[in-house]
């Protein structure tokens, strides 16, 4: 099993890298959010590797965390490596764990590729395997407010992961008004 590589980027696709090390090119598909490379950049991965009749693939990560937390995606019926990675590279594992711990589905429907049944079956199998994870406790309590402003964000153009990070940044003691809440987010991305 291949857990780790370094070595140097030969090619970047739009959802892998190929990364030389020693003469040999590995193709590893990482989640959009996870690296900004370039050609020639050197890069460290912790990687997965899975095995299947028809092909043998390396998924990369920038952490353990960021792998282990694609493997308990992945453990989830109906939850393939592609749809793991999507996951992982649309939404921060701290708003994954909100997601699960809060039973809000719904902010799960953000990543292409998950409807609403399966939304509620993440939320609903990994509510027990994510419980022990650190960052279970938001800094804010996610409620109605903090969802819009989510959702303001994302409509602004800001991905889910930007703004699941912008959300986090706020003080826990600001007042719980939307119009409050939404310019000290905006102020995160100046």
Request: charged letters at 20%.
């Amino acid at each position: 099993m291949i857990a780790s590589l370094q070595g140097n980027v030969a090619f970047v696709g739009s959802d892998y890298v190929v990364v030389v090390v020693n003469g040999v090119g590995y193709k590893v598909f990482i989640p959009r959010t996870t690296f900004v490379a370039r050609d020639g950049d050197e890069i460290h991965l912790f990687t997965e590797m899975i095995v299947r009749e028809d092909a043998i693939t390396l998924f990369g990560f920038a952490t353990t965390t960021e792998r282990d937390l694609f493997l308990t995606l992945t453990s989830v019926t109906g939850v393939g490596p592609k749809l793991g990675m999507a996951i992982v590279g649309t939404m921060s594992g701290d708003a994954i764990r909100i997601a699960v711990t809060t039973g809000q589905p719904d902010m799960l429907t953000r990543v292409p590729g998950i409807g609403k049944k399966m939304a509620e079956k993440l939320v609903f199998e990994l509510k027990n395997k994510l419980k022990g994870a650190d960052g279970l406790i938001p800094s804010a309590p996610f409620n109605d407010v903090n969802r819009d402003v989510l959702e303001a964000l994302t409509g602004f153009g800001y991905s889910a992961a930007e703004a699941q990070a912008a959300l986090a940044s706020l003080p826990a003691d600001l007042p719980n008004d939307f119009e409050e809440r939404i310019r000290r987010a905006l102020q995160y991305f100046v």
